[in-house]
């Protein structure tokens, strides 16, 4: 085996072991070297967006959809006591969004627009251009800002139905002819580094998927107060069930969703080894293994 070869087993085996260990352990003997690799801010950036949207996606099509059809309700009140209902996905990102200021990772998430149902999510002079550029090109925009460090923003497609009409139907709503396949929004990511080391990169995700099981709990939590609670178990809601799967459950799946594209964001823009060996001879650093 080549040196490299070793060293890229090596940081494999050491993500494989931490996509599929749920609890986030310290890395093994051996895969230690993983720990001096830098990843640029972008690529955490690809990670937690992936993340994120499968969690929506997970969210809206199986305890929305699936919900709606066992009779469950969501809206905008659904935190209002007496209020027997979930949250609308928009206000799950945003109880997601919230719960992630409140750990350690300066990571920050915001899904705005220039014409929002809720004018807390207008995006802001600073991202209006940035903005702009999403909506024309339709792929994920990375900035800098002087004042909130690293920017990552993605656009927000109306991808169904159910989208454009919610929106144009909304009263709040200023935009009345939003259509199928439009732009509607970005979610914004943000961090104060250009790099984040292994370590770094796995704090950051962890807090994004403990920040979705918390907002998940939450929901669950307001169940247990509905005239007829729901059943939780291990099976999502149908026509034929009310039910609704445990938060354990429910994280279980957004991981193994995510975790192809969470690895494809790890090991994309490594260094390549000539110029990495010069970085971290300057630096000081361990090889990086992946
Ligand atoms: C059942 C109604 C409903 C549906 C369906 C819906 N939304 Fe929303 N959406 C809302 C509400 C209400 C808000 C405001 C939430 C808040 O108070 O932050 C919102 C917020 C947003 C925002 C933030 C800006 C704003 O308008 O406040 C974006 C972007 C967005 N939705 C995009 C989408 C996309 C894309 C889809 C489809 C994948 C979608 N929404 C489906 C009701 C809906």
Redesign the pocket.
């Known amino acids: 085996m080549t040196l490299t070869r070793i060293m890229f087993v090596g940081g494999f085996a050491c993500l494989a072991i931490y996509l599929l260990v749920s609890a986030p352990e310290p890395l093994p003997d051996g895969d230690m070297r993983a720990a001096g690799c830098r990843h640029p801010v972008n690529a955490m950036f690809d990670g937690v967006n992936a993340i994120n949207q499968v969690a929506r996606g997970i969210y809206?099509k199986r305890i929305v959809g699936g919900g709606l059809a066992a009779g469950l309700k969501?809206g905008?009140d659904w935190q209002e006591p007496g209020v027997e209902q979930g949250p609308?996905?928009?206000?799950f990102l945003?109880a997601t969004a919230a719960h992630l200021e409140t750990l350690p990772p300066r990571l920050g998430l915001f899904?705005?627009?220039d014409?929002?149902?809720?004018k807390?999510?207008l995006i802001g002079e600073a991202q209006k251009a940035v903005f702009s550029e999403v909506k024309s090109t339709r792929v994920a925009a990375y900035s800098e800002d002087t004042q909130i460090g690293f920017v990552a923003m993605y656009p927000?497609?109306?991808?169904?139905a159910?989208?454009v009409?919610?929106?144009n139907d909304?009263v709040d709503?200023p935009k009345k002819d939003w259509k199928l396949n439009d732009v509607?929004?970005?979610t914004t990511w943000t961090y104060p580094e250009a790099e984040v080391s292994a370590d770094q990169f796995f704090a950051v995700v962890d807090a994004v998927y403990t920040s979705v099981a918390h907002t998940y709990g939450a929901y669950l939590d307001k169940t247990a107060d509905f005239a007829q609670p729901v059943a939780i178990g291990d099976a999502w809601p149908s026509t034929t069930q009310r039910v609704l799967p445990t938060t354990e459950a429910f994280l279980e799946e957004v991981r193994q969703q995510a975790a192809p594209a969470l690895v494809q964001a790890m090991m994309h823009d490594r260094q390549p080894p000539s110029s990495q060996m010069a970085v971290q001879a300057s630096r000081g650093d361990v090889s990086c293994g992946f």
Not at 88 to 91: K, Q
Not at 156 to 160: E, F, I, N
């Open positions: 809206t969501f905008e609308l996905p928009a206000l945003r899904l705005g627009s014409a929002p149902i809720n807390s999510n927000d497609v109306a991808g169904v159910p989208c009409t919610c929106h909304h709503s509607m929004g970005a």
